[in-house]
């Protein structure tokens, strides 16, 4: 027992220790003094405004950057969620991109003078956005280059003073207990503590003239000192407390400043300090209540017994210093959030009493619903300039699109195996239920053409990986994949914009966890989610996005369902054959290799070597012109295809000056084709072998010799390793795969 009594208490002291150095080290207390030199080690940091802080919050945590159909594009860190990618926003690097314009424009002008309204269709991740931004700052403050202060008054009781502020029966200005400051008194020698709810900067205390020499004198000429700092003064409560010290002592400032306690205080969304989200609702955001009411006026000294003291509160006032969301502000009624009308540009909210001065970035959402909506009312004019809208629209990429399923279904919140594709087949279905039918008016010559033929299936692919139909020759597609940052954006100034309907990822989730229920699966399987998928076309009356008019095959979701299933095929197809073994990867580089010297030498008109002969022979045009009737896309003059290919190596080198060429990096399309020519001729193999692995899986095992069992085996091990099949999903995806393509081979 004693032992169990020395580790409890050693645990006790060993956390009391970590807990007292932290405070220490994150300067958790200081007196008004200490702060000032605090303030000169780094004024930079201590002459921030919300923006300021924001901005420099999200620089902390970095970027990268990322491919993006438009060209290249930074992706900031700070929306990648926490350690373990819990709050990870998929996508949205334009709409990250123009939050920080936006809050850099709020530095550049000094002030913080407009709301952001995000909007956009539901569950197009507008909280996520700020969320992340929320969850970012709260990081952001406990760091040492985050550190926010604020500062609290500290009255002393009598046994340290005599006589002074109205403490025991001495008169004003009397004996002093020769203290410099009150900030470090324990909780035993101080009678009163008055904190402020609002937070506002130490700054505040120094008057505002002298404040300007403070900070002009402090700051370099390239720093924009934000109006906040510069005219900002103390809220009601303090400037009455303020007033009262500074007449006791007739005028000492520095004895005021005795009272002071600086206090680092931190962002922290659980407890809304620095941050507040506002739900849709009917009051105003911004109230105040008489502390004089509260039984503390008893122990306040004698000094401040006859002021009247009025202390803010509400989201407005939590949030102050830090961000305030506003979640679908415009379902409240206008009235409800008309204030924001000078308070976006103000920053103040006058209240009966009193006119609240606040510091903090405002960001709201809407849906496009609403937002419509409020454009014909007669104050969205009024609105307008005081307003920066960004637009937040559906994925439009399905592999990121299937990031956001992959964070969130998962074996640990199914409770089941998570089957390949599971999630990809939910994605590319929901990503193309949201493309529109490509604009060809707006585009000249050739191309025109190009993209009117754009079936919605090429689109998705075009947008993902830029890859170009296989159905164009190599020059129509080096035009057309010039072209994809203006298909991408032409419809962005359209009221509706691609990206605006769809299937949102909120019911493509829904959809994933009624699938993981199958009963005809041990897995959440692709096959029971576009069993699902299926279902959610069949229900008009519940998704809007179902009653969109079929364009050339756009918007026709049943028939995605469909599409999807095909693309599924084709990979299972392709994964069986490489678990098999039946032609390696090793063969394919190979052969390509050896043609692309053969071409080589041919355009520069060079004899090449033969291997078998030892001579030097010119190219072999035979076998050129044979390996391109399977891997050259119909309607292409041989040629220019030669000519092309190796102008595409050419320049593919110079950006990747290492000495191997991937060549199945550079033509993917060309060795999906010669894949599939090597396997067409490999079909009746590929079926035997798959029947032997289902047999292997049945009760039929013992009918297949040694070696069929040793080769099934093998195959299922391949698939397992290289792709995440389970026993069962393999078997599941295999009998699929067998009814559905080799039927008759």
């Known amino acids: ?47 921030r405004n919300a923006a300021q802080y924001l901005l420099a919050a999200i620089d902390s945590f970095g970027t990268r950057t990322v491919p993006h159909p438009a060209g290249e594009m930074r ?58 931004l929320k969850r970012g700052l709260e990081t952001y403050s406990h760091t040492p280059e985050g550190a926010l202060y604020t500062f609290n008054w500290i009255f002393p009781n009598e046994k340290l003073i005599k006589g002074s502020i109205g403490f025991g029966d001495g008169a004003m200005g009397g004996p002093s207990s020769g203290l410099s400051t009150y900030a470090h008194l324990s909780a035993d020698d101080i009678t009163v503590r008055i904190v402020s709810p609002v937070r506002e900067h130490p700054i505040f205390l120094v008057p505002l003239a002298e404040r300007k020499k403070l900070l002009d004198g402090a700051l370099p000429r390239d720093f924009i000192t934000s109006t906040y700092l510069l005219e900002g003064q103390l809220s009601a409560k303090n400037r009455v407390i303020y007033d009262a010290l500074l007449a006791s002592y007739g005028g000492d400032w520095l004895k005021v400043l005795r009272h002071v306690q600086v206090e680092r205080f931190y962002i922290s969304r659980r407890y809304q300090i620095g941050t507040f989200t506002v739900e849709p609702q009917m009051s105003v955001d911004a109230a105040y209540q008489q502390v004089t009411a509260d039984r503390t006026q008893a122990n306040l000294p004698p000094a401040l017994h006859s002021a009247v003291l009025y202390e803010p509160h509400g989201p407005l006032v939590s949030a102050n210093r830090g961000l305030i969301e506003y979640a679908d502000l415009l379902k409240r009624p206008l009235e409800a959030f008309k204030y924001l009308l000078g308070f976006s540009e103000t920053q103040e909210v006058p209240l ?68 390949p594709h599971a999630t990809e087949v939910a994605a590319m279905w929901a990503v193309l239920t949201r493309l529109k039918k490509p604009m060809p008016d707006r585009f000249q010559g ?66 994933l966890f009624n699938a993981a229920q199958s009963t005809e699966h041990d897995s959440l399987h692709p096959l029971a989610v576009m069993k699902e998928l299926g279902q959610i076309t069949r229900d008009k009356s519940v998704y809007e996005f179902l009653q969109q008019e079929i364009v050339d095959g756009y918007h026709d979701h049943g028939a995605f369902v469909g599409v999807v299933e095909g693309w599924y095929l084709d990979t299972v197809d392709r994964e069986a054959r490489e678990s098999m073994g039946l032609v390696s990867e090793s063969q394919y580089r190979e052969l390509f290799e050896r043609y692309v010297q053969t071409v080589s030498h041919w355009v520069k008109g060079e004899r090449m070597h033969n291997r078998l002969t030892g001579q030097m022979e010119k190219p072999d045009e035979g076998r050129m012109t044979e390996f391109e009737t399977f891997v050259m896309p119909r309607g292409d003059d041989p040629k220019e295809f030669r000519k092309s290919l190796i102008a595409t190596v050419g320049a593919w080198r110079i950006d990747n000056p290492e000495p191997e060429v991937d060549y199945a990096r550079i033509f993917p399309d060309l060795f999906k084709r010669l894949s599939a020519h090597f396997f067409e001729d490999r079909k009746r193999q590929l079926r035997k072998n798959v029947e032997g ?25 391949e698939m397992g390793r290289r792709f995440g099949y389970t026993d069962p999903s393999a078997r599941d995806a295999l009998v699929f795969l067998l009814k559905r393509r080799y039927v008759d081979a």
């Open 446 to 511: 050739e191309v025109r053409a190009l993209i009117e033929r754009l079936s919605p299936l090429e689109k998705l692919r075009l947008y993902q990986d830029g890859e170009a139909p296989d159905r164009l020759t190599l020059q129509h597609q080096k035009e057309l994949k010039k072209l994809l940052g203006a298909i991408y954006e032409e419809s962005d100034s359209y009221p509706n914009y691609e990206g605006r309907s769809g299937a949102s990822a909120r019911e493509i989730k829904t959809a």
């Open 352 to 419: 009966e009493h009193m006119i609240l001065q606040l510091d903090e970035v405002l960001i709201a959402s809407s849906n496009e619903k609403h937002l419509a909506a409020f454009k014909e009312l007669p104050d969205f004019a009024s609105f307008k300039g005081r307003i920066e809208l960004v637009r937040v629209p559906y994925l439009r990429r399905w592999k990121v699109e299937r990031e956001i399923y992959d964070a969130q279904v998962n074996a640990r919140t199914v409770g089941r195996h998570i089957a």
């Open 693 to 717: 692995v289902l047999k292997y899986l049945s009760d039929e095992r013992n009918g297949l010799s040694p070696k069929e069992q040793q080769q099934a085996r093998s195959t299922l091990d």
């Open 1 to 47: 027992m004693s032992t169990k009594s020395e580790e409890a208490r050693r645990f006790l002291h060993d956390v009391g220790a970590v807990v007292s150095t932290d405070f220490v080290k994150n300067r958790s207390l200081l007196s008004f003094e200490e702060y000032l030199q605090l303030f000169h080690a780094s004024p930079k940091l201590q002459a």
């Open 75 to 132: 992706r900031f860190s700070i929306f990648d969620g926490g350690p373990d990618g819990d709050g990870r926003v998929a996508g949205q690097e334009e709409v990250q991109n123009a939050i920080y314009r936006l809050v850099g424009n709020f530095v550049r002008a000094g002030r913080i003078n407009k709301l952001i309204l995000l909007h956009g269709p539901n569950g197009s991740a507008k909280s996520s956005l700020v969320e992340a």
